[in-house]
């Protein structure tokens, strides 16, 4: 299963754009790449999904160089509300559901 | 849609006595499901999943059990709970292939004392 490499605290202030980086550097052919958000004491929540390039929809962007060894997650104009712990995971295909989560990223966003 | 349930939200324990989470999903049919446990601090820990009824995989040798008698229904276990135990139990679900995308439910926060 590939291993996943993400910075373990960011800080940011409200309306700047946050770009959190991802390092998967043995993902294999069949892998997706997928980011959750957690809040505390609640559980994981979807962001977004995508295998190569560029992914987009209303929450936030996905980019995926072409060797897709690592991926980054863009957070447009944050608000406080986007504090909160992001997860990048990468999944093999028919692998049972070992979705693997890191640490994760502590994103804190200040006013 | 698809909504997913669990509990009880909270829940304190004394060393030694049974366990039982409950999670049920609505929405859907024969989903995979999966049971999480995160320690203090962060990163998820998968403890089981099951692709059907009656079929149960387990990821990390424990004193908890799952058991899953329905289709949209899944259930934590323990005969005797540890200190150890004490943590925020995630319930989950995804539809089709087990590497889908997954949607986890509220949580238990569950402390052993």
């Known amino acids: 299963l590939a291993k996943t490499t993400q910075p373990i605290s960011m800080d940011s202030y409200e309306g700047q754009e946050v770009n959190i980086t991802c390092s998967h550097n043995n993902i294999a052919t069949n892998d997706y790449i997928t980011w959750y958000q957690q809040f505390p004491s609640q559980g994981p929540r979807f962001i977004i999904q995508g295998y190569k390039t560029k992914v987009t929809n209303e929450v936030a962007s996905l980019f995926i160089p072409a060797d897709r060894k690592s991926s980054t997650l863009s957070l447009p104009r944050v608000s406080l509300s986007d504090t909160a712990v992001y997860y990048c995971?990468?999944?093999?295909?028919?692998?049972?559901?070992?979705?693997?989560f890191g640490q994760g990223t502590e994103l804190s966003v200040k006013p | 849609s698809q909504t997913i349930h669990q509990w009880p939200a909270t829940l304190v324990q004394p060393v030694g006595s049974p366990l039982s989470l409950e999670c049920t999903v609505e929405g859907t049919s024969n989903p995979n499901l999966y049971w999480y446990r995160q320690a203090a601090g962060r990163g998820l820990q998968l403890l089981f999943y099951s692709v059907g009824i009656g079929q149960i995989s387990s990821e990390v040798p424990q004193n908890l059990s799952a058991s899953r008698p329905q289709d949209r229904q899944f259930i934590l276990s323990s005969k005797k709970l540890l200190l150890s135990d004490s943590g925020f139990y995630l319930c989950a679900w995804s539809q089709g292939p087990t590497t889908d995308t997954q949607y986890f439910g509220p949580g238990t926060r569950l402390t052993v004392l």
């Open positions: 995971l990468v999944g093999l295909y028919n692998q049972g559901g070992k979705l693997i």
